[in-house]
């Protein structure tokens, strides 16, 4: 029981997986009703027609003009045993562009309650080896069987001019442009009922593509990424400006401003466009770096990263640093998009002292300093307010306001023990003045 729910759940996955028969398209072959027998050939082996090997164990499937389902037929009558490998095979066929395809044909077929093996299966030669069909399906419902040899539709009732659908996966397939299809029936048993296969009506379907231009994609000036089409054989991007091939389905996309590309897939049945839009935003300005006294200023507000010649400086991101080691420093900037700008120019930083200010602006003054609490700034320029800003060494602001006319007194009872910037910026420009907490 448990057995037979597992094979069960596995037909359902299949069938989820597989297309539909009733989305074929178009025709790879065309339909074949052996009205005559031009297109068939049981002599030497040909991939233009269909062909059974005579020198199989019975002779080969064989070719009748009349009986079939609208004319002729291919088939074959008798009591055989061991009956294995009179297959009918298909003239060669190029699937490119397609995905899946699906062999249709009528089939009539004996049936005896003690033939339990009686049955066809189907299989195809691709990429140098043979590889099983994946569905069978009658009236859109799965009837094959699997086993060691292979998928089959079993001849488990008579059967009278039934339509067949059998899927083939191509997937995992390179080489799709000449293809075999198999159509191999067998019969286990000599005991003198009368086998018999009929097969009528042959045809091999594909879909029309589906092209897929993947998803919309953003990058940075000068950089690039890899465009991802698929539902092809064959693929032409269009503009092909900024690709490394406008012929495949994975160019590299380097593009010096913001382009819609248009693909248009290709394959035996036809072919469909899809487009992608690739947003190239534009570098952030490069910054530049000065040094007043023991700190190195950028003149970008934000997305600073300070170097040095060891690299990025952990935490160091404002737009002013305070080296501690003589060394290089330099400035790289990340914008909101993540795109980098060029390298600043660099300022070899030797230690030289500590100053209490950097500026000479005599219209404010910070006391006491150091300071434990509470510290005083105290804006002396007549009738004009400032913006003010308390930073750490690596240049974050922990806390900013207004500046009124004459004295501000600010808590600064949060901040642990260390050195710290107060940025005040008003109408005559910007001043840094150093403080240490107590």
């Given at each position: 029981?448990?057995?037979?729910l597992l094979?069960?759940c596995?037909?359902m996955?299949?069938?989820?997986m597989?297309?539909?028969a009733?989305?074929?398209?178009?025709?790879?072959?065309?339909l074949?009703?052996?009205?005559?027998?031009?297109?068939?050939?049981?002599?030497?082996?040909?991939?233009?027609?269909?062909?059974?090997?005579?020198?199989?164990t019975?002779?080969?499937?064989?070719?009748s003009?009349?009986?079939g389902?609208?004319?002729?037929?291919?088939?074959k009558?008798g009591?055989?045993?061991?009956?294995?490998?009179?297959?009918?095979?298909?003239p060669?066929?190029?699937?490119?562009?397609?995905?899946?395809?699906?062999?249709?044909?009528?089939?009539?077929?004996?049936y005896?309650?003690?033939?339990?093996?009686?049955?066809?299966?189907?299989?195809?030669?691709?990429?140098?080896?043979?590889?099983?069909?994946?569905?069978?399906?009658?009236?859109?419902?799965?009837?094959?069987?699997?086993?060691?040899?292979?998928?089959?539709?079993?001849?488990?009732?008579?059967?009278?001019?039934?339509?067949?659908?059998v899927?083939?996966d191509?997937t995992?397939?390179?080489?799709?442009?000449?293809?075999?299809f198999?159509?191999?029936?067998?019969?286990?048993?000599?005991?003198?009922?009368?086998?018999?296969?009929?097969?009528?009506?042959?045809?091999?379907?594909?879909?029309?593509?589906t092209?897929?231009?993947?998803?919309?994609?953003?990058?940075?000036?000068?950089?690039?990424?890899q465009?991802?089409?698929?539902?092809?054989?064959?693929?032409?991007w269009?503009?092909?400006?900024?690709?490394?091939?406008?012929?495949?389905?994975?160019?590299?996309?380097?593009?010096?401003?913001t382009?819609?590309?248009?693909?248009?897939?290709?394959?035996?049945?036809?072919?469909?466009?899809?487009?992608?839009?690739?947003?190239?935003n534009?570098?952030?300005?490069?910054?530049?770096?000065?040094?007043?006294?023991?700190?190195?200023?950028?003149?970008?507000?934000?997305?600073n990263?300070?170097?040095?010649?060891?690299?990025?400086?952990?935490?160091?991101?404002g737009?002013?640093?305070?080296?501690?080691?003589?060394d290089?420093?330099y400035?790289?900037?990340?914008?909101s998009?993540?795109?980098?700008?060029?390298?600043?120019?660099?300022?070899?930083f030797?230690i030289?002292?500590?100053?209490?200010?950097?500026?000479?602006?005599?219209h404010?003054?910070?006391?006491?300093?150091?300071?434990?609490?509470?510290?005083?700034?105290?804006?002396?320029?007549?009738?004009?307010?400032?913006?003010?800003?308390i930073?750490?060494?690596?240049?974050?602001?922990?806390?900013?306001?207004?500046?009124?006319?004459?004295?501000?007194?600010?808590?600064?009872s949060?901040?642990?023990?260390?050195?710290?910037?107060i940025k005040?910026?008003?109408?005559?420009?910007?001043?840094?003045?150093k403080?240490?907490?107590?």
């Amino acid at each position: 029981m448990k057995k037979l729910l597992l094979f069960t759940c596995l037909l359902m996955a299949l069938e989820l997986m597989i297309p539909s028969a009733v989305q074929a398209q178009c025709s790879i072959l065309p339909l074949e009703q052996f009205t005559t027998n031009t297109n068939f050939s049981t002599g030497t082996a040909t991939t233009l027609k269909y062909w059974s090997p005579s020198t199989c164990t019975t002779g080969g499937l064989l070719y009748s003009s009349s009986g079939g389902c609208t004319a002729g037929y291919i088939g074959k009558t008798g009591s055989w045993n061991n009956y294995f490998g009179c297959f009918l095979r298909t003239p060669q066929a190029n699937c490119t562009g397609n995905s899946y395809v699906t062999l249709n044909f009528d089939i009539s077929n004996s049936y005896f309650a003690n033939h339990a093996d009686d049955k066809i299966r189907f299989y195809m030669w691709v990429d140098g080896a043979y590889k099983w069909a994946s569905s069978v399906k009658i009236g859109g419902i799965e009837v094959g069987y699997t086993d060691i040899n292979g998928l089959w539709l079993k001849f488990n009732q008579a059967r009278t001019c039934v339509n067949v659908d059998v899927v083939f996966d191509l997937t995992t397939c390179s080489n799709l442009t000449n293809i075999l299809f198999y159509l191999d029936p067998s019969c286990g048993y000599n005991d003198g009922n009368v086998f018999s296969v009929v097969i009528d009506n042959i045809s091999l379907n594909g879909a029309l593509p589906t092209a897929d231009a993947g998803a919309n994609d953003t990058i940075c000036a000068g950089t690039s990424t890899q465009l991802n089409a698929t539902g092809g054989g064959t693929y032409a991007w269009s503009p092909s400006t900024g690709l490394s091939s406008a012929t495949i389905a994975n160019p590299i996309a380097s593009p010096a401003a913001t382009t819609t590309y248009t693909v248009t897939v290709t394959g035996t049945c036809g072919n469909a466009t899809d487009t992608v839009v690739l947003t190239v935003n534009p570098l952030p300005a490069t910054p530049v770096i000065t040094q007043s006294n023991d700190t190195l200023f950028s003149n970008a507000p934000s997305g600073n990263q300070w170097f040095n010649a060891s690299g990025p400086i952990n935490g160091a991101t404002g737009y002013f640093y305070v080296p501690g080691v003589k060394d290089n420093y330099y400035v790289i900037v990340t914008d909101s998009y993540g795109c980098l700008s060029d390298t600043s120019n660099a300022i070899y930083f030797d230690i030289t002292g500590i100053s209490t200010a950097f500026s000479d602006h005599s219209h404010i003054r910070i006391y006491p300093n150091p300071a434990s609490d509470r510290i005083t700034i105290e804006n002396t320029a007549t009738n004009k307010g400032a913006m003010m800003s308390i930073c750490d060494t690596k240049g974050r602001i922990l806390m900013s306001g207004m500046l009124s006319p004459g004295k501000n007194e600010t808590d600064i009872s949060f901040l642990a023990k260390g050195i710290y910037f107060i940025k005040v910026t008003g109408e005559t420009g910007t001043t840094v003045h150093k403080f240490v907490k107590e």
